[in-house]
């Protein structure tokens, strides 16, 4: 994948107070009961809808995507938005 962030994933979870990490190993060795968190189950959200796209592109000959945008890094300049839509 070449979105920013390399296709990076990030966990979605009630269980944790803000700043608070989960170790990956803990995660994938079942060693968390997501049962009774939000989704009941582990969740994660990327940095780009491209990597559904990209799915669904092998399967059908056209796929166009728009959604919001946030950049990550400060960019509060007069030159670069931090939020739009492509």
Same mark, same amino acid.
């Given at each position: 994948s070449d979105c920013e962030g390399a =296709?990076?994933?990030f966990l979605i979870t009630t269980k944790l107070s803000p =700043?608070?990490?989960l170790p990956d190993e803990a995660i994938k060795s079942g060693k968390i009961d997501f049962a009774d968190d939000f989704f +009941?189950?582990? /969740?994660?959200l990327t940095v780009s809808g491209q990597l %559904? /796209? +990209?799915m669904f @592109?092998? @399967?059908?000959s056209s796929v166009y995507t728009f959604g919001p945008?946030? &950049? /990550?890094? %400060?960019s509060n300049t007069s &030159?670069?938005? /931090?939020?739009?839509w492509m």
């Open positions: =296709g990076e994933q =700043g608070e990490t +009941e189950k582990p /969740a994660y %559904n /796209a +990209e @592109a092998c @399967a059908l945008t946030f &950049r /990550a890094e %400060n &030159r670069h938005l /931090a939020e739009f």
